[in-house]
């Protein structure tokens, strides 16, 4: 499991998307050792984060969040999120300390994740009403909380971010999306999870178009500086709208037309391709996506370069959209080995 | 300085002003003392009062409120003597001859006025009765008979419910104001049709609206200026979401106010304007006030303080608090008051708003989420009675003996006998009953099976002064239940020529084998030697022959299920 919000906790995968069935090819080498899923191999931060979030440690917390930015919070806090069984930890936490932006965010995602739980990500025509009002029930609740948080705090970026995920649930419009997202970017114009939030939102299944999704993911990239993360965006949006064809030749297809196809190049040689990129909150998220886009292309050798990156360490990335994520990872990241080369 | 005396026994204030001339006598009633079965009195009133003075060539005007009604005029002195005088003629020795024309004129005056944004929210709040009847159309104007009137007028425009204010040097020599003897009326005690605060309804309108009730005092007033300058900077500057973005204090009574606030929207900003409502009082609510924004409001009053014309200004609140029994702070208390406001009592005003808010959302939105409860739309209980089916099965009303209740998609509506507003009754017997809480039903015979003696039963029950009776109806006004459509089967496509050769190819081999068959079997019955090859013979034919007809019947079902 890897920062970006779009790939770890239920909150996002709960798309509307086709499940494409990837055919390999007979002749592959012999399985490779298992990756580690676990996001605390990659950040030991996270790891005691956890372990200080299960262990009622509110003071190891709090030092943990102690003077980090936007994003490093944003992470955190979505790994901190779907932990379970520390919401009345944190209720403890809040009452004692009223008006205090971390322990409130942290229980209102924690609430947001356990009403994602209750919703499933399945279609919603097979989510019965009893799950929509407990789903919705937990949504109003986190979002109360929020709505105190950024009262409080209009400059807490990490509270915005979840605003859109309760926006999205809470089946409001795209121009109240929007509005929350520009009070977060007043405060964090390049907030890479906050815009991984709204790319959600823009996408068709929760309201928007695909042309507001990709200008989106366009403007956000050509914003930020080169060598940064932002590229995903535009990657991640092309990938949605692939994944909602009924084939896999249909994705491949469409990746492989021309204008995308151009598209997800720049967005590699901005982030993944850049020699500037870093491994940062995030990158296995990053490299992740970019590694299924280039694997439904048929560009193996782009795909293992970025498994390769990656090391021995896995990501939910987008392959939870194909089935089971981890079973998919391993299946690209096989075939990319097996047919573009290096490992 | 606006000074305080008596003209005929009305209490009466005088201010300078540079400008002309003006005064206005107000009399403590309004549309919250009425009841909706006779609603629009006071209003057919001041239009009376003021209906042979029509021709003269007057700056006048009167307007009924829903706690005061006033009697406004520009003029000379003498214009306005002359003027005041008259009213108070007039509205106890009524001109009954244009007692029909200004029902007629007040019923075209309601169906051309331009409905405003938050016309709907006192019944929202406050249901068909007191504070919620401006939300309503005057029903009650048919049904008004002159000595209905005459008691009204005696009840309520009486010297000791009135005030009068005069903007000018002096009161205007000889002026009388022949007014009867009275007594002071309270403001009526608002009722409520919210079981809880913050709520929330939804409107047609493409506005975000708040209508909340705040104790009166200096901190509140500044509160209201406070909160518009909150909604313009964020809906209006930063998130260019909204053009128009108020909010007014207004007193209600001597111990409350309203607070109501404004900002429309665009169709496709609707929810974003509701959004950014929301989060500015939030921030308001947890106490993020501006001190530059209570400092900038404090200049600007006490600039307007300074100024001459700021006593004859004062002088319509000056009224209103002498009519509701409210003290009245002289400019210097009030001067002192606004610069004692702080953040802290900006604050505490916040969390009241907050507490008793009621807020109108547009179409489409909600704001639950947001911790504002869904206003009642429906009833909470379906009361007992005999059941009536609706002609197209999907609602069902209930006649009992405590009230009338229907039930359809959505909940119950009830409305029980003693807590009706009005009954209104037309002559096709057509009946709409209101119940106090603003929830009703319209009931169409032609729309239910009803037995021929409900309407005249539920006419019974409810108490003639409730009674409305309506003009007739168009007969094209009057609704039929919808025919009910046959519904056609799709028309079968014909059969492919595969199915065709199928049919054919098997017609004819269950003609040739059931045919063989038959033979056999009568050949059979007919011959003495018949023996047991014979008779198996004939079985082995009929089976034969279902194993041929077979094809028919199979390729008919596809055929049907494939329509």
């Not at chain 2, 401006?134 to 008691?151: C, N, V």
Request: with cysteine; aromatic share 8%.
């Amino acid at each position: 499991m890897d920062g970006c919000r779009s790939d770890p906790s239920p909150v996002l995968r709960h798309g509307t998307h086709a499940v494409i069935v990837i055919t390999y090819d007979p002749a592959m080498p012999a399985p490779l050792p298992a990756p580690d899923f676990d996001p605390g191999a990659a950040f030991p931060e996270v790891k005691r984060l956890r372990a200080a979030l299960t262990g009622a440690d509110w003071p190891a917390v709090e030092q943990l969040f102690d003077g980090r930015d936007a994003t490093t919070v944003s992470h955190l806090v979505n790994h901190a999120s779907d932990l379970p069984e520390i919401e009345d930890f944190l209720r403890s936490v809040v009452a004692r300390q009223p008006g205090e932006a971390l322990p409130a965010t942290l229980l209102a995602a924690c609430l947001v994740v356990t009403g994602w739980k209750i919703r499933t990500d399945k279609r919603a025509n097979q989510v019965s009403r009893e799950q929509f009002d407990q789903f919705h029930a937990y949504l109003r609740q986190a979002e109360q909380i929020l709505i105190d948080v950024t009262a409080r705090h209009p400059d807490y970026v990490t509270a915005w971010d979840w605003r859109l995920t309760t926006a999205m649930g809470l089946g409001m419009g795209q121009s109240e999306a929007r509005r929350r997202y520009d009070r977060l970017a007043r405060h964090e114009p390049h907030h890479l999870p906050g815009q991984q939030s709204l790319l959600q939102k823009l996408c068709p299944k929760w309201g928007g178009s695909w042309d507001a999704a990709h200008t989106f993911a366009r403007e956000c990239m050509n914003a930020a500086p080169e060598g940064g993360h932002h590229g995903v965006l535009v990657v991640t949006a092309h990938l949605e709208q692939a994944l909602e064809s009924d084939t896999p030749r249909q994705a491949g297809e469409y990746l492989l037309s021309m204008p995308v196809w151009q598209g997800i190049q720049e967005a590699a040689r901005r982030s993944v391709w850049h020699p500037g990129f870093r491994h940062g909150w995030g990158w296995l998220g990053v490299r992740g996506t970019f590694a299924m886009a280039f694997g439904l292309m048929g560009d193996h050798k782009a795909a293992a370069a970025q498994f390769s990156a990656l090391g021995n360490l896995g990501s939910d990335a987008m392959f939870g959209y194909l089935g089971d994520a981890t079973e998919q990872f391993q299946k690209f990241r096989a075939e990319a080995y097996a047919k573009g080369g290096a490992r | 300085m606006i000074q305080q005396f008596e003209v005929d026994g009305v209490p009466t204030l005088l201010a300078p002003t540079d400008g002309p001339m003006q005064a206005a006598l107000s009399f403590r009633v309004g549309t919250a003392d009425e009841t909706l079965a006779r609603s629009g009195i006071t209003h057919l009133l001041e239009h009376l009062a003021l209906a042979p003075i029509g021709l003269a060539d007057y700056h006048f005007n009167g307007a009924t409120g829903p706690a005061v009604t006033r009697f406004q005029l520009q003029g000379s002195e003498q214009d306005i003597a002359d003027f005041l005088a008259a009213v108070c003629r007039n509205l106890h020795d009524l001109p009954v001859q244009r007692f029909d024309l200004e029902k007629e004129i007040l019923r075209t005056e309601w169906g051309s006025r331009s409905p405003g944004v938050m016309d709907a929210v006192p019944l929202w709040r406050h249901g068909a009765r007191d504070h919620g009847l401006a939300s309503y159309p005057e029903f009650g104007l048919s049904m008004l008979k002159p000595d209905d009137l005459r008691a009204w007028a005696s009840r309520y425009f009486t010297r000791e419910n009135a005030v009068l204010w005069i903007a000018g040097a002096q009161v205007p020599a000889g002026l009388r104001l022949p007014l009867p003897g009275g007594t002071r009326h309270p403001v009526p005690t608002p009722s409520s049709a919210l079981p809880s605060t913050p709520a929330y309804f939804t409107s047609g309108s493409r506005a975000v609206a708040l209508d909340a009730v705040v104790r009166r005092d200096t901190a509140a007033g500044v509160f209201a200026e406070v909160l518009e300058r909150e909604l313009f900077r964020s809906l209006r500057q930063e998130g260019g979401l909204s053009y128009t973005a108020t909010a007014v204090y207004e007193p209600r009574d001597h111990e409350y106010a309203s607070l109501r606030a404004l900002a429309d929207a665009l169709p496709e900003k609707q929810w974003a304007v509701l959004g950014g409502f929301a989060d500015v009082l939030a921030k308001l609510n947890v106490g993020r006030i501006e001190q530059s924004d209570l400092d900038a409001h404090v200049g600007k009053v006490s600039d307007a303080l300074g100024s001459a014309a700021v006593h004859a200004a004062r002088l319509p609140s000056f009224a209103f608090n002498l009519l509701v029994g409210a003290p009245n702070l002289s400019l210097e208390e009030y001067r002192a008051e606004l610069k004692q406001v702080t953040v802290a009592d900006l604050h505490r005003v916040a969390e009241e708003v907050m507490s008793s808010a009621l807020l109108m959302v547009p179409e489409g939105c909600r704001a639950d989420w947001a911790g504002f409860a869904e206003a009642p739309t429906r009833s909470t209980d379906a009361l007992p009675g005999t059941s009536y089916t609706s002609i197209d099965g999907n609602g069902e009303l209930r006649f009992g003996p405590d009230g009338v209740s229907y039930l359809g998609p959505g909940g119950p509506l009830s409305v029980p006998y003693i807590e009706t507003a009005a009954l209104l009754a037309w002559p096709d017997g057509a009946r709409q009953v209101i119940g106090l809480d603003g929830i009703g039903m319209r009931i169409e015979p032609t729309l239910f099976q009803l037995h021929p003696d409900t309407v005249r039963l539920l006419d019974d029950r409810i108490p003639a002064r409730l009674r409305v009776d309506m003009p007739a109806r168009a007969p094209e006004a009057i609704p039929v239940p919808a025919p009910v459509q046959p519904v056609a089967k799709p028309p079968l496509r014909p059969y492919g020529w595969l199915a065709v050769v199928g049919l054919v190819l098997s017609g004819l081999a269950t003609v040739g084998v059931g045919g063989f068959a038959l033979l056999m079997t009568l050949g059979a019955f007919v011959t003495e030697e018949a023996d047991g090859f014979i008779w198996g013979l004939v079985v082995f034919s009929w089976i034969l022959t279902a194993i041929v007809v077979l094809p028919i019947f199979l390729i008919r079902r596809h055929h049907r299920r494939s329509r």
